[in-house]
C-alpha cells in the first residue's frame, strides 16, 4: 500500500505597516540609556515600553522586516537571543531559543 500526501506550501508577504516600519527605523537610533528612549516610546507610539517591546519582538520573526532591514533585524534578534539565554541561564551555543 502506498500512502500519498499532500503538502501545500503557501508564500504569503504582506507589507510591513506604517507603524512596523517606523519601529524598524526608531531602533535604527543609537541609544545611551534606556531612560529617554521609554519617554520617546511612549510619546512617537503612544504605548508603553512593555507593549512596544513585544510588537517589537514580534516583528523581528517576520520575513518582511528581514527584507526590509537585514543588518538590524539581525542584530536586534542577536541580541534578543543573548538576553533570553542569560535570563533563563542557558548558554548561547546550546540555547533553543531563537
Keep these: 500500500m502506498t500512502a500519498y500526501f499532500a503538502v501545500w506550501v503557501y508564500d504569503i508577504r504582506v507589507e510591513l505597516t506604517e507603524r512596523e516600519v517606523a519601529i524598524l527605523d526608531f531602533e535604527r537610533r543609537p541609544w545611551e540609556v534606556t531612560g529617554p528612549k521609554e519617554r520617546a516610546i511612549r510619546e512617537k507610539f503612544g504605548i508603553s515600553p512593555s507593549r512596544y517591546y513585544q510588537i517589537r519582538d514580534s516583528l523581528l520573526d517576520k520575513a518582511e522586516a528581514l527584507e526590509h532591514d537585514p ?5 536586534l534578534r ?15 551555543i546550546h540555547s533553543p531559543i531563537r
Excluded at 543588518?71 to 542584530?75: D, I, M, S
Design 78 to 92: 542577536k541580541l534578543r537571543t543573548k538576553r533570553r539565554s542569560i535570563r533563563y541561564g542557558i548558554p548561547q
Design 71 to 75: 543588518l538590524l533585524v539581525l542584530r
